[in-house]
């Protein structure tokens, strides 16, 4: 549906922007255009991170996602160097513009791109891949109020410089907007931490535990947009194999309960931290 109102949503733009002779309103269709893209390719990836585990794919496809919000983001960071390119043009050319339409417009363009937004919120602050086409549409939101004032600045004005102006703005609002999602995503998929979890608070966590002597070889990457894991080797010391079995289920519940890592591979270790090991950490000893 969201996808069905911004594809009618650049059409009108489009048309209506070339009738108004406004850079801003076209630019702003052709945000929607990538809008459209996003929202496809968003859902594309949902639908492959719902798909079942194979032989061949142990983890399913939950890395769509992230491939997405990157593909995604990367597309509006390469949008915004048209507009800015546009726009200096406009700005050394200015061209008259039809207000009257260029208004009426962007206030249709601001209430659907607004309503989209709202209807993936919640879904987006779990998911990056949402996340990225959530971006998408607060911009194209943001973009469409900018374009209210423009048209309202010319109007008082009688400069068209501001339709070129307004547009550098939103070029600058979609390549702040879009850059982080696509640091996340590539953060990601080069295996890196996910936001909001701190290897080094969990590393505090793990020493709380009685009967752990140290920790090395912790690693956290994500499985999908919002599936973290973890790895990692438990040093418990001179202690009978039976003896994990408890701990193994006290370790697995604080990382699921502290920091929503459900998927979590540990081995443990008889010994303790060696003294000149500088990728383990050790702890003071506990009865266990």
């Not at 996808?3 to 733009?13: P, Q």
């Not at 383990?280 to 009865?287: E, G, L, W, Y």
């Given at each position: 549906?969201?996808?069905?109102?911004?594809?009618?949503?650049?059409?009108?733009?489009?048309?209506?922007?070339?009738?108004?002779?406004?850079?801003?309103?076209?630019?702003?269709?052709?945000?929607?255009?990538?809008?459209?893209?996003?929202?496809?390719?968003?859902?594309?990836?949902?639908?492959?991170?719902?798909?079942?585990?194979?032989?061949?794919?142990?983890?399913?496809?939950?890395?769509?996602?992230?491939?997405a919000a990157f593909v995604n983001s990367a597309l509006l960071l390469?949008?915004?160097?048209?507009?800015?390119?546009?726009?200096?043009?406009?700005?050394?050319?200015?061209?008259?513009?039809?207000?009257?339409?260029?208004?009426?417009?962007?206030?249709?363009?601001?209430?659907?791109?607004?309503?989209?937004?709202?209807?993936?919120?919640?879904?987006?602050?779990?998911?990056?891949?949402?996340?990225?086409?959530?971006?998408?549409?607060?911009?194209?939101?943001?973009?469409?109020?900018?374009?209210?004032?423009?048209?309202?600045?010319?109007?008082?004005?009688?400069?068209?410089?501001?339709?070129?102006?307004?547009?550098?703005?939103?070029?600058?609002?979609?390549?702040?907007?879009?850059?982080?999602?696509?640091?996340?995503?590539?953060?990601?998929?080069?295996?890196?931490?996910?936001?909001?979890?701190?290897?080094?608070?969990?590393?505090?966590?793990?020493?709380?535990?009685?009967?752990?002597?140290?920790?090395?070889?912790?690693?956290?990457?994500?499985?999908?947009?919002?599936?973290?894991?973890?790895?990692?080797?438990?040093?418990?010391?001179?202690?009978?194999?039976?003896?994990?079995?408890?701990?193994?289920?006290?370790?697995?519940?604080?990382?699921?309960?502290?920091?929503?890592?459900?998927?979590?591979?540990?081995?443990?270790?008889?010994?303790?931290?060696?003294?000149?090991?500088?990728?383990?950490?050790?702890?003071?000893?506990?009865?266990?």
């Amino acid at each position: 549906m969201a996808t069905a109102a911004n594809l009618l949503v650049v059409a009108a733009e489009i048309a209506i922007g070339i009738y108004a002779g406004s850079l801003a309103l076209v630019g702003d269709a052709l945000h929607n255009l990538t809008d459209v893209a996003a929202l496809i390719i968003a859902l594309f990836a949902v639908r492959l991170e719902r798909r079942t585990p194979t032989r061949e794919k142990s983890f399913g496809y939950q890395r769509a996602g992230i491939l997405a919000a990157f593909v995604n983001s990367a597309l509006l960071l390469a949008f915004t160097f048209f507009l800015f390119r546009e726009a200096w043009s406009r700005l050394q050319h200015p061209q008259e513009v039809e207000t009257t339409a260029m208004l009426a417009m962007a206030a249709v363009a601001l209430l659907v791109n607004a309503a989209t937004a709202f209807s993936i919120h919640h879904e987006s602050r779990e998911d990056v891949n949402v996340r990225g086409a959530f971006v998408h549409m607060i911009g194209d939101a943001v973009s469409s109020a900018g374009i209210i004032v423009a048209a309202i600045l010319i109007r008082f004005t009688g400069n068209p410089i501001w339709d070129a102006g307004v547009t550098m703005l939103i070029a600058l609002l979609i390549l702040w907007s879009s850059y982080g999602v696509l640091r996340e995503s590539m953060n990601l998929l080069l295996e890196g931490t996910p936001a909001g979890i701190d290897p080094t608070a969990v590393t505090t966590s793990l020493g709380k535990i009685d009967g752990i002597l140290g920790v090395h070889h912790l690693h956290i990457w994500a499985l999908g947009p919002s599936s973290p894991a973890l790895s990692c080797h438990i040093m418990v010391g001179d202690v009978p194999v039976k003896n994990t079995a408890g701990l193994l289920d006290e370790i697995t519940t604080m990382l699921s309960h502290d920091y929503r890592i459900a998927h979590a591979t540990i081995q443990f270790e008889f010994a303790e931290c060696a003294a000149d090991d500088p990728y383990c950490t050790p702890f003071a000893r506990r009865k266990s």
